[in-house]
């Protein structure tokens, strides 16, 4: 129906999504970074850095970073742009964004924390010269309209970066949805005390478009030279888009 949204493998009206999400992520946002760990064995922090590398950040940049959670990409842009530039962390959740506030604190670096919706973002047109997302675009209820606002406040030359789940190479499958749907689940209720938030997590990750398809989204939202990277057989992948 054109009023419904998944959420993960349910079928949700689009107006509700939000609530929910937001429900997902207040439960979790005290063991997200364990919970990252643990579920990556660590490699979600070379994934974040790989997409820190492909930014191509220079002192004096302005970036945003889009549903940043607690704050892992912020805290690593921040110190490549240096005093003279700046990083806002932005988040619809304020359990999460709280903790990264937190994090850039006592980190000693002044980086604005925003509490915004990332389909319509409160910042003028063409500010930043970079925007990034990671991990937050799948659950965002209008994927397209997210994408418009990224590209908006994008100044002309300026690089959207979605790191995000993605599709696994064919090889991976089975030992992945195996990991996905029983490992994971068990691992976030034995963690977090909270397995039905880690089993969304996983059918979320299969609802999203595949690589081929958020490329695709990305040159409707008008952005271009739109490339993507797989990282660890395609269980992530990083895309990247300009602003022309």
């Known amino acids: 129906m054109a009023d419904q949204t998944d959420f993960g493998f349910s079928k949700v009206n689009k107006q509700d999504k939000a609530a929910r999400v937001a429900g997902v992520f207040d439960s979790v946002?005290?063991?997200y970074d364990l919970m990252n760990d643990l579920m990556s064995v660590g490699l979600h922090r070379i994934w974040k850095h790989v997409a820190v590398f492909f930014a191509d950040l220079r002192e004096g940049?302005?970036?945003l970073d889009v549903a940043g959670?607690?704050?892992d990409l912020a805290l690593a842009m921040a110190k490549r742009v240096g005093a003279q530039g700046q990083v806002v962390l932005s988040d619809i959740n304020g359990a999460m964004l709280c903790r990264g506030r937190d994090r850039l604190i006592d980190a000693g670096l002044k980086a604005p924390a925003v509490q915004c919706d990332a389909e319509a973002l409160p910042f003028c047109d063409h500010r930043f010269d970079r925007v990034t997302v990671a991990f937050g675009l799948r659950n965002m209820t209008h994927k397209d309209k997210a994408l418009a606002e990224?590209?908006?406040v994008l100044r002309p030359g300026g690089k959207l970066l979605v790191l995000e789940f993605s599709k696994v190479n064919p090889s991976l499958e089975k030992l992945y949805d195996l990991y996905s749907f029983h490992v994971l689940p068990r691992l976030g209720q034995l963690v977090a005390g909270d397995e039905a938030s880690y089993r969304y997590l996983a059918e979320s990750i299969r609802m999203h478009p595949d690589q081929e398809s958020l490329a695709a989204m990305m040159r409707?939202?008008?952005l271009e030279a739109v490339r993507y990277t797989n990282l660890t057989g395609g269980v992530v992948a990083l895309h990247e888009g300009i602003k022309p």
């Open 61 to 63: 940049m302005e970036v």
């Open 150 to 152: 990224m590209r908006r």
């Open 69 to 71: 959670g607690t704050a």
């Open 29 to 31: 946002a005290s063991r």
């Open 220 to 222: 409707e939202a008008g």
